[in-house]
């Protein structure tokens, strides 16, 4: 079944850029995967699904500061124009034979 | 929009049966418009998926977790649910009851999550 890697942190100031890293395992790189954001004390909330091909669409009502995009065996997740609102916890997910992955998260922090 | 509610008891002594239930509205479960899953995080950890299920009664789990979990629909309360059987202090968490398109399996809703302690 998939991995998923992700950096354990990541900050950016806030009006910023950062870009978030999902790494698919070998033999699993064309997976489509999902991106989730986490704010503290607060469930997941789906931001949007990554292909292999770097077509991305968002969830519904999630700003178009948030973007996806794919090389290879790596799906990404660029916050633009960053906010306060945006430190969080951002999950990739994927699906496999209906088993559902998780990666370890990233914990952003916006200075 | 859906909008799903986890709904449970908050503590329980090892052993025991967890039992949760997560609360549809918004769509109807006979539609088959959607998986319907549950997924747990251990206080300070991360996301771990548990399992779901389709209105037919199919049902997929986390291998890890499959001699003790089942998830089953009741479209007539519009509800899903949740049992772990054998508990310990390992699967204190919050668990979250969460919605996938049924066409792709792409996920959509995630409801609010109920904390489970596990305790002597």
């Known amino acids: 079944q998939p991995v998923l890697t992700q950096s354990s942190s990541a900050s950016a100031s806030l009006g910023s850029s950062v870009e978030l890293t999902c790494t698919l395992s070998?033999?699993?790189?064309?997976?489509?995967i999902a991106w989730h954001q986490q704010q503290p004390g607060k469930a997941p909330r789906y931001l949007m699904n990554?292909?292999?091909?770097?077509?991305?669409n968002r969830g519904s009502g999630v700003p178009d500061r948030f973007s996806g995009s794919s090389s290879g065996a790596d799906r990404y997740l660029t916050i633009s124009n960053v906010q306060s609102e945006d430190e969080a916890d951002y999950y990739c997910?994927?699906?496999?034979?209906?088993?559902?992955?998780f990666g370890g998260g990233t914990k952003v922090t916006v200075l | 929009h859906l909008q799903l509610q986890e709904s449970g008891p908050g503590l329980l002594k090892p052993s025991e049966i967890l039992s949760l239930t997560c609360s549809v509205s918004?769509?109807?479960?006979?539609?088959?418009?959607?998986?319907w899953g549950w997924v747990r995080q251990p206080p300070g950890k991360g996301l771990e998926w548990i399992g779901s299920?389709?209105?037919?009664?199919?049902?997929f789990y986390n291998p890890s977790l499959r001699s003790r979990v089942s998830i089953s629909v009741d479209t007539s309360k519009n509800q899903f649910s949740l049992k772990l059987t054998s508990v310990t202090a390992a699967d204190t968490a919050v668990y979250f009851c969460?919605?996938?398109?049924?066409?792709?399996?792409?996920?959509?809703?995630w409801g609010q999550g109920t904390l489970v302690t596990v305790s002597s």
């Open positions: 969460a919605s996938r398109l049924s066409s792709t399996y792409i996920p959509d809703s």
């Open positions: 918004g769509d109807s479960l006979s539609r088959g418009s959607y998986y």
């Open positions: 299920v389709y209105r037919s009664g199919d049902t």
């Open positions: 070998s033999g699993h790189t064309s997976h489509i």
């Open positions: 990554v292909e292999y091909s770097g077509s991305y």
């Open positions: 997910e994927t699906w496999d034979r209906n088993l559902v992955i």
